[in-house]
């Protein structure tokens, strides 16, 4: 199977920027697609970004447009997300995922499409 773990968060004040990395590892051969997703107290989990693990393509929500970059590097079975221009309503748990799901899945933008979690990493932005 395949394993993944998150690093990278912290507190953070609002307009300032942090970087998450999760690293990948076990049957890697497996993933088509890995993910961020995060979850605010008393909220759903929800989608953040994703990236097509062999040719780069991405996907992020509307909010985090222009704000929120997600990069793979795919010799080390590595992906990051930049966040940049941070603000509160960005607190919350944020997880790594990956998966086989395709971005043609409607599965693709929810955690359905995702086989692979880690445990998550908590980012705090304070206004």
């Known amino acids: 199977q395949v394993q993944v773990v998150e690093s990278g968060g912290g507190l953070v004040q609002a307009g300032g920027s942090l970087r998450l990395s999760c690293a990948a590892s076990?049957?890697?051969?497996?993933?088509?697609?890995m993910g961020w997703f995060r979850q605010a107290p008393g909220k759903e989990r929800e989608f953040v970004a994703a990236?097509?693990?062999?040719?780069?393509?991405?996907d992020y929500r509307d909010s985090v447009k222009g704000r929120f970059s997600i990069s793979r590097d795919n010799a080390r079975a590595t992906m990051d997300l930049q966040m940049d221009s941070l603000k509160s309503e960005d607190t919350a748990v944020y997880f790594c995922?990956?998966?086989?799901?395709?971005?043609?899945?409607?599965?693709?933008?929810?955690?359905?499409?995702?086989?692979?979690w880690g445990r998550g990493t908590q980012v705090i932005v304070s206004s």
């Open positions: 990236i097509n693990w062999m040719v780069g393509a991405t």
């Open positions: 995922a990956a998966g086989r799901v395709s971005s043609r899945d409607a599965r693709y933008w929810d955690s359905r499409g995702y086989d692979y």
């Open positions: 076990g049957r890697t051969f497996l993933i088509s697609t």
